[in-house]
C-alpha cells in the first residue's frame, strides 16, 4: 500500500548522476533519493526507462550500478525490439518510483503513445506511482519545452503527455539556447507559462501544483516563466532546498 496517497512528480533540469571514484560507474545524487523517499517505502521498486536513448544497454546497466548500494528493488522496462515484460502497464502500475533517462523526448513520446504507455504512466501517476526524470524525462510529464531531438539547434516541442499544464525547461544555466526560447514560446502562446531548472535542481509537483525545488548545487535555481499579458514574459527566481548526501 503507498502511503503518500498523493500523486507526485519530480522534474530534474540536470544531475541525477555524477561519476564515480570507481571507473565506469556513475554514482545516483541525492535527488534521486528525495524522489524516492517520496514513496513512503523502505524499500522502494523503482523502475527504470531508457527509451529516449532507444533502450541503450550500457546506459541502463550503468543506472543499475549507480543503485548498487542503494536499499532499493531495481528494474526496467525496454521497448526495442520488443516489451520485455509481458504486460508493460502492470509493470508500471507496481513500481513505487520511475526514472526516465535523458536523450530524445520526441521519440521518447512517440513510442510511449504507439506502445499505450502514455496512458499506463498516467493511471500510475494518478494511483501515486511517483514519476521522475531528468531532461527527456523531466519534459516528457509537462505540456512541452524546447528540445535537441530535431538537430543541435533546439526547437520548440509541444507534444508532452501534458500530465502537468505547463511549459518546462531543462538545463536552464548550461545551454544558452534554452533561456531565450523558452522566453520566445511563452511569449507566442505556442507553451503555457511554466517551470525551469538549473542543472542539478529538480522541479517537486503534488498533483498538478508546483510544490518545491530542490538542489544539490548551492548555485542552482529554479525558474517560474509567465506570459507578461502583452508580448513578452516575466521571469521569477525560486530558492530551491538544499539536499544534503
Known amino acids: 500500500m503507498r502511503s503518500s496517497g498523493q500523486s507526485h512528480i519530480l522534474a530534474i533540469g540536470g544531475g541525477s548522476f555524477r561519476p564515480s571514484e570507481r571507473h565506469g560507474f556513475i554514482e545516483a545524487s541525492a535527488l534521486l533519493r528525495y524522489a524516492l523517499d517520496l514513496t513512503g517505502q523502505d524499500r522502494p521498486k523503482l523502475g527504470l526507462l531508457a527509451t529516449a536513448l532507444g533502450d541503450d544497454s550500457d546506459w541502463l546497466l550503468k543506472m543499475y550500478g549507480a543503485f548498487r548500494d542503494w536499499d532499493v528493488e531495481v528494474s526496467h522496462l525496454t521497448v526495442f525490439s520488443m516489451p520485455n515484460v509481458e504486460d508493460p502497464r502492470e509493470w508500471i502500475l507496481s513500481q513505487d518510483v ?32 511517483v514519476l521522475s526524470g531528468q531532461s527527456a524525462g523531466a519534459l516528457c510529464w509537462h505540456v512541452g519545452g524546447n528540445t535537441d531531438s530535431f538537430g543541435p539547434t533546439l526547437r520548440t516541442w509541444a507534444d508532452g503527455l501534458g500530465l502537468l499544464p505547463h511549459s518546462c525547461g531543462v538545463h536552464y544555466n548550461s545551454d544558452p539556447q534554452r533561456r531565450a526560447l523558452l522566453h520566445e514560446a511563452v511569449a507566442s502562446g505556442e507553451l503555457p507559462g511554466g517551470y525551469a531548472a538549473d542543472e542539478g535542481v529538480a522541479l517537486h509537483y503534488v498533483g498538478t501544483e508546483f510544490i518545491q525545488a530542490v538542489t544539490v548545487d548551492p548555485e542552482g535555481y529554479a525558474y517560474r516563466i509567465e506570459h507578461d499579458g ?16
Open 98 to 129: 520511475i526514472y526516465v533517462s535523458g536523450g530524445s523526448v520526441a521519440n521518447l513520446a512517440a513510442l510511449w503513445r504507439l506502445h499505450g504507455l502514455d496512458e499506463a504512466f498516467e493511471e500510475a501517476w494518478r494511483a501515486g506511482v
Open 230 to 245: 502583452t508580448d513578452g514574459v516575466k521571469e521569477f527566481r525560486i530558492e530551491p532546498r538544499l539536499l544534503t548526501a
